[in-house]
Structures are given as structure tokens and as C-alpha cells.
């Protein structure tokens, strides 16, 4: 049903080409003491046919570095079939000074804010669930999945949000996917 997806790295290099994507550092240096921010904790990653064809969005979603897990590499991939965050370049850093410039971060921050695409469930206290009848804590990909799940599958389909096949999906896609996902990033 969905299209895979091929990540490619790409360098932050200069001078700026449409092909690449704005440096994040140099609208900060003023704000950061020398050194406080290194381009080398900083990993952009955009789809491949957006690489060479320069039709990116512009926009950036962020998660952490180090280990890529099963729940924020399958957040980044849905939240990049969203239309607010189609073709979003995914960027890897811990830096919070960088994770405040992206349009939506997953799996770091310590903060859950949907209304600021603020996806992390790692924070003390944290206890969101699908709901339907399901009660299992969710993790980065269940966030976006339980915010954006019935868009991305109606886009996939092409019919309209509020089409009766779109919410059995919903749940369907939840309950044999995602809820085992959130399970396993959660039990801790």
C-alpha cells in the first residue's frame, strides 16, 4: 500500500543550490558560543527521487542520532505522507537548539505537543493512548500514526477522511501493526 521509501544522505554544504538544504548553523552563531553547535552531530536525510530532482518541501522533521529504532524511523517515514510534512528532509541531532527550528521532531525533546508536531513519549509521566478500546502506551510512530493515520491512509486511497473504509482501517492498520510497535518502545 505504501511506497518504500530510499533515504539518502546528503552533506549541509555551501554555497546554497536548490539541491540542498540551508545551513541551520549560521542563523544560530550568533546565539551559541563558538563551538556550541557542530555540523558534525547533525545528519540530514531526504527521499532520493527529492535529492536529485529538487522538489523537496523545505521543510524538516527531526529525531535523534545514534541507534535508529522501528519507532521513530516508521514516524519520520508516515509523517512524511502527511500534506503538511510531504517530502520533509529528516534531520538526526540531540541538539535542542536545533530541534526548535523543525517543523516536527519524534522520539527526542521530552516534549508531546501535537499542536506543535512535538511527537517524543519518553518523558515522565507520559501515559497517551490509541484509545478504542486500546490502553497500551504509544510510542513516537503510534503519536503520528493516532494523529495522522486516517489522512495518510485516505490519501492512500483516495477517497475522503470521513469514508467508512478509512476508520476500519484505521484500527485495523493500529491493531495488527502499531500497537505491537508502541508496545515493545514502551515497556519499560
Known amino acids: ?13 555551501f554555497p546554497l543550490a536548490r539541491s540542498q ?11 551559541t558560543p563558538a563551538g556550541a553547535v557542530s555540523p558534525k552531530r547533525l545528519r540530514v536525510y531526504s527521499s532520493a527521487a527529492d535529492s536529485l530532482n529538487g522538489t523537496g518541501s ?4 527531526g529525531t535523534h542520532n545514534g541507534s535508529f529504532h522501528c519507532d521513530e524511523a516508521l514516524g519520520c517515514y508516515l509523517i512524511r505522507l502527511t500534506s503538511q510534512l510531504a517530502g520533509a528532509d529528516v534531520v538526526r541531532t540531540r541538539d535542542s537548539q536545533v530541534l526548535d527550528t523543525l517543523d516536527a521532531v519524534l522520539d527526542v525533546g521530552g516534549v508531546y505537543d501535537p499542536s506543535r508536531h512535538r511527537y517524543d513519549h519518553h518523558q515522565k509521566g507520559f501515559n ?9 502506551k504509544l510510542s513516537s510512530a503510534g503519536l503520528v500514526y493516532k494523529h495522522f493515520g486516517k489522512e495518510i491512509i485516505a490519501k492512500e486511497l483516495g477517497v475522503s477522511e470521513d469514508h467508512e473504509d478509512v476508520h476500519r482501517l484505521y484500527l485495523a492498520i493500529y491493531k495488527a501493526l502499531l500497537r505491537f ?7 519499560h
Not at 1 to 13: D, G, K, N, P
Open 21 to 31: 538544504i540551508r545551513n541551520p548553523f549560521s542563523a544560530m552563531a550568533a546565539l
Open 181 to 187: 510497535e508502541s508496545y515493545h518502545r514502551t515497556r
Open 58 to 61: 523545505g521543510k524538516r522533521v
Open 1 to 13: 500500500m505504501l511506497a518504500a521509501l530510499r533515504l539518502s544522505q546528503r552533506a549541509v554544504t
Open 128 to 136: 497517551e493512548v490509541f484509545g478504542h478500546g486500546f490502553n497500551t
